[in-house]
């Protein structure tokens, strides 16, 4: 009985889509942590030749620049009530900012982040990036959007999927090396995404960083790529560090590898 009982989970994940590769669950290093503001309700974050952040809620929405070394807000631009901020993407001059369920999305020039027009979508807006021809949208579904980064009509859709299941919540997003990688809201984890044919590649358990014990709202949700400098940042909503982290093929925590399992037997993370 013993043996059956332990054999039953990987049946179980095995019946879900059984000529998928699992995705394997990687965690991170840290190469190096640098202050953040445990105040910011981080929504987005990007970093094009300096630090880009969007910050949430009713009341302290807004975008900012951040010195990396101190964490130090070096220029602002407030996102007034009723409005509660989203995502963020560098496109050329601009900024493109999302609202959570406005439809309503902000753009801003980036050299003094004066008012530069505003765009319309449907359904609410989560997380963007872009990929140098596209920009990219979640709205907390299992399906990404891309959208004409100059106009910002859509082009097309990709379902993500991880074991032929619907990865939903999809969360603040980075183009990184030809992936797409998102957190998945309320987990540890960020998911490594083939922007080919959506399916996940592999889940990043971010478990190890953050406050030792975070409140509710405290999740991951900030990734941002250096591409220059080939550096991934990783930080979380009102997390007092914002952190370099490397990919490594170390164990993830046990809470990851259960949320990673969920999400692999169509269950909700
Ligand atoms: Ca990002």
């Known amino acids: 009985m013993r043996t059956l009982i332990a054999i039953l989970p990987f049946l179980a994940l095995a019946g879900c889509g059984a000529q998928e590769e699992m995705p394997k669950v990687q965690t991170v290093e840290i190469v190096k942590s640098y202050p953040h503001d445990s105040q910011a309700f981080t929504q987005g974050l990007f970093y094009d030749g300096g630090l880009f952040e969007s910050t949430g809620e009713e009341g302290t929405s807004g975008i900012r620049k951040v010195d990396l070394a101190s964490g130090e807000v070096s220029a602002?631009?407030?996102?007034?009530?009723?409005?509660?901020?989203?995502g963020i993407v560098g496109w050329k001059d601009k900024i493109y900012q999302l609202t959570w369920k406005d439809q309503k999305g902000f753009i801003y020039n980036r050299k003094d982040f004066s008012p530069a027009g505003e765009f319309a979508y449907k359904g609410e807006g989560w997380g963007l990036t872009h990929n140098g021809k596209s920009v990219i949208l979640s709205d907390g579904t299992a399906t990404l959007?891309?959208?004409?980064p100059e106009t910002l009509a859509q082009q097309s859709t990709l379902d993500v999927t991880a074991n032929g299941c619907p990865v939903k919540?999809?969360?603040?997003?980075?183009?990184?090396?030809g992936e797409i990688w998102a957190n998945v809201w309320q987990t540890d984890l960020i998911a490594r995404i083939d922007p080919g044919n959506g399916k996940v590649k592999g889940f990043v358990d971010v478990a190890s960083l953050g406050p030792p014990t975070p409140g509710i709202d405290e999740v991951p949700?900030?990734?941002?790529?250096d591409a220059a400098a080939k550096r991934i940042f990783v930080t979380g909503k009102m997390?007092?560090?914002?952190?370099?982290?490397r990919v490594s093929d170390g164990p993830a925590?046990?809470?990851a590898q259960d949320q990673a399992a969920a999400l692999m037997r169509c269950q909700p993370g």
């Open 169 to 177: 919540q999809l969360n603040e997003l980075e183009w990184i090396q």
């Open 253 to 255: 925590n046990g809470a």
């Open 239 to 245: 997390w007092p560090q914002l952190y370099e982290v």
């Open 145 to 148: 959007r891309f959208l004409d």
């Open 221 to 225: 949700n900030g990734i941002a790529y």
């Open 76 to 86: 602002q631009a407030p996102l007034a009530a009723p409005y509660f901020g989203e």
